[in-house]
């Protein structure tokens, strides 16, 4: 009898577990608590406009690419991607463009346009993010640390201190760069992790790499086709995905996850897979808040940044937004100040733009656009209360925006506005974090809660707060990696229908 294994939340995690799992030979169910599958990864249709509301860059490709190949599929097969070249659109206050670029000569010409200096040591940046990237990818990214005797590998603790953990990535770009505008191109990739570039490690300068040389990519019909296409060849395995259905509890006996209970009644398994921001679903274990070791340690972390979403259907074009368009303000970086330590929305944020019709014109009715505006945002606190300045807010970065050429967003046809009590409200984000918990230090970068319960056997984790981290191509690894784990110790046809040497 093939054993049972339940997924709670149907993310990209949850759904690239549940395949890894199905090939496995488990009897595998998804519930999902929304109508619809994708987790922070959502369609929006709206007067003839396509938005995707969420992760909208793609990179690592491969993480994806290897969860059907595991399948024995290929991705091809499924969805179909395209490469941006240029990857990123960089456009500072005073009119200066930097576009992000394989070439490393054009790079390298578009900043010695205001920086000599910057463009010489650029190569050589390049290079140490590449390396980063190297010691990250054969280390960390891809395996599991669960056991004392795992994280004391010798070679692990060796590349370990290789990665620079104690230096922070400002520091890092400091040793290449000097220019204001260089600093903050490069350490925008702090907020991908959602930590601010003047605290986060140094391992994150490994993004640099990971755009400009393994690339940038669209999904044609939108970034939510990967759930579409993951949800598909999930369905094809045989694995149960049911909707609108939430999980209520989860059941434990002696110290043993065996089932969950539901809206829709109760279902036992052998394996309960949680795929949510853990410090909310850990909490879905009966009486766990009032043990007061468990419920300090998972208050002690702090969130990561959340994000401020405009989502407008404009009948216009805007010949200077490519497909991703980050625009910086005068102050550079002062908005981490705000997010971090007063929790307040930014006052001078930088504001990033998707601009999906500048690859696929079908987003938008002929002669329209349909933009993803995103500013970072504080997680929740008292310090902000979204439901009394969303509009304000709103109306605050329609006015920047057409400061720097981009008109017409108050005759938008289509314009809502998803903040970060959205956020918490329909995926149950703890206090309304992208990312789950920042990186904003070396303990929650390196550190993170395990994909393991310490306390409860057969109670795992995968999406952003867990190993190895926030990020869709992240995410979608930590799935695979616990299913991977899962069959591992399961023995038997679990086991040999996993790749050999997949499993750590």
Known sequence: MS????????????????????????????????????GKLKRVEASGYRFDRGPSTITML????????????????YIQTYELEPRTRNLF???TKVDLSRDRGWMQQQIAAYSPEDAARYPAFLEEAR????????????????????????????????VRPNTTLRTLLARYFSHPYTLAMFGRYATYVGASPLQAPAIFAMLAHVEADLGIYGVYGGTYQLVESMARLARELGVHILTDAEV???????????????TEGAIEADEVICNGDLLTTARLVPDRLRKRPAAERLDRYEPSLSGFVLLAGVRQRYE??????????????????????????????ALYICNSGYSEADTAPEGGSSLFILANAPYLSEAWNWKEQRENYANKLIVMLDRRGISGLNKAEVLQTYTPSDLQRDTYAHRGAIYGISSNSMRQTFFRPGNRDREIDGLWYVGGTAH???????VTMSGQLVAERIASLKGGDASSRIRAGSVE
Not at 14 to 32: R, Y
Not at 131 to 153: C, P, Q, T, V, W
Not at 248 to 262: D, M
């Open 248 to 262: 209520l509890s989860i059941k434990v006996r002696s110290g043993r996850a065996y089932g969950v209970e539901t």
């Open 3 to 38: 054993r049972k294994a339940i997924i709670v939340g149907g993310g990209l995690g949850g759904l690239s577990c549940a395949i890894g799992l199905a090939t496995a030979g488990f009897d595998v169910t998804v519930l999902e608590k929304e109508k619809t599958l994708g």
């Open 93 to 95: 206050a005073d009119g």
């Open 320 to 349: 200077s937004l490519l497909h991703h368009t980050v625009f910086f303000p005068e102050r550079l970086e002062s908005e981490f100040e705000d997010i971090f330590t007063r929790r307040v929305a930014p006052e001078d944020p």
């Open 468 to 474: 190895p981290g926030g990020g869709t191509p992240l």
């Open 62 to 77: 491969h993480a994806f690419r290897r969860v059907f190949e595991r399948a024995g599929r290929r991705m091809e097969d």
């Open 131 to 162: 390396r980063i990237y190297g010691l990250a990818d054969g280390r960390f990214l891809n395996r599991l640390m669960l056991s004392m005797r795992e994280k004391a590998d010798p070679a692990l603790l060796r590349d370990f201190m290789r």
